[in-house]
């Protein structure tokens, strides 16, 4: 119940393209949906993060959506560009004083061809 | 801001050998968590501590792990004895309880076990 899964392992945008990462979670006492973004040698960093009351939230190039019934979340990346080019980690945690106690997905590598 | 800063970035031990790791979180964060990161695990949560105090040691392997915190500006993970499965990368992240639920990693601690 405490798995996060993430699809797809990799994935391969043009520039300029739509990248779409998605998320789905089986324990409904998730209350914190964030989304992190690794380079090689570095350790993860918050991108976006969304709760359950909103269906989505965006962030200059980022999105999320948030469908609560489906228990179901993606993030989605306009215009993508060769900097971007990093391993996706979807997340989820408990909320108050459990907020950093997060179950990761597995991660999508990205790769933005110039 | 330094932001959180964990020592050694890179450890190479041997079997059966004590191995200590160091982290420093960001001043006036009050929540420190340790986590791990492998190939076929991914990212999960070891422990973490709230105002010093151990809140949930549920991931921690096994009792050759420990954890402490003596103060809110250092905390140490140590392996007694380490093994070659122990090898993985292992961040440190803190975050502010109470006003802030994001979390900020750490560069991480490769460890090598041979």
């Known amino acids: 119940q405490q798995q996060v899964k993430q699809s797809p392992q990799s994935l391969i945008v043009q520039k300029g393209g739509i990248s779409i990462i998605n998320c789905a979670y089986e324990n409904t006492a998730f209350d914190y949906f964030p989304w992190y973004q690794q380079f090689p040698g570095k350790g993860p960093a918050l991108l976006i993060a969304i709760r359950p009351d909103v269906s989505e939230k965006k962030e200059g190039r980022f999105t999320i959506s948030f469908n609560k019934s489906a228990k179901q979340f993606s993030l989605h990346i ?8 990093a391993t996706y980690f979807c997340a989820a945690s408990p909320g108050g004083t459990s907020y950093g106690k997060l179950t990761f997905g597995q991660g999508t590598i990205l790769t933005v061809h110039p | 801001d330094a932001g959180v800063i964990q020592s050694p970035r890179h450890e190479v031990t041997e079997m059966g050998q004590e191995v200590t790791l160091r982290c420093k979180p960001i001043s006036g964060h ?15 949560l070891l422990i973490y501590f709230n105002n010093n105090v151990p809140i949930d040691d549920s991931g921690m392997p096994e009792d050759r792990f420990s954890a402490k915190m003596p103060n809110a ?11 070659p499965r122990d090898s993985a990368v292992y961040f440190c992240a803190s ?9 900020f990693f750490g560069s991480g601690t490769q460890l090598s076990v041979l």
């Open chain 1, 78 to 85: 306009m215009d993508s560009q060769p900097g971007d080019s």
């Open chain 2, 30 to 44: 009050n929540s420190l968590f340790w986590y791990r990161q492998t190939m076929m695990r991914g990212l999960e």
């Open chain 2, 73 to 83: 500006s250092f905390s140490t993970l140590k392996i007694q004895p380490s093994e």
């Open chain 2, 95 to 103: 975050r502010m309880l109470a006003t802030n639920e994001k979390l």
